[in-house]
């Protein structure tokens, strides 16, 4: 199960990539006519400040709760593994049960 939860983490990283990859365009800079000059690429990006910290803000929580769940994934495990909890005698448990709520 150690291995599941590394699996888990692996699987959540490559998502991560994935999904940073998507979210980031390069600016392209003009080099004909219409392209802005140095004095105006310095005053064009005021609104645009805003939105990057949202995103970045949005960003921070999501790894925040993804970190949480990992760390509380892994508090489960060892539980489990204290305790001596095994697929096959929760299985029994769980047949136990079912059979108790006929």
Do not use: F, N, Y
């Amino acid at each position: 199960a150690a291995r599941h939860a590394d699996e888990l983490l692996a699987e959540v990283e490559a998502e991560k990539r994935a999904k940073g990859k998507k979210g980031k365009k390069k600016k392209k800079k003009g080099v004909g006519a219409g392209a802005a000059g140095p004095s105006q690429e310095a005053e064009a990006p005021a609104e645009g400040d805003v939105a990057p910290s949202k995103a970045d803000a949005a960003e921070a929580a999501k790894k925040a709760e993804e970190e949480r769940m990992i760390r509380l994934l892994e508090k489960c495990h060892e539980e489990r593994i204290r305790l001596g909890i095994t697929p096959e005698s929760q299985a029994a448990a769980s047949a136990e049960v079912a059979e108790a709520a006929r």
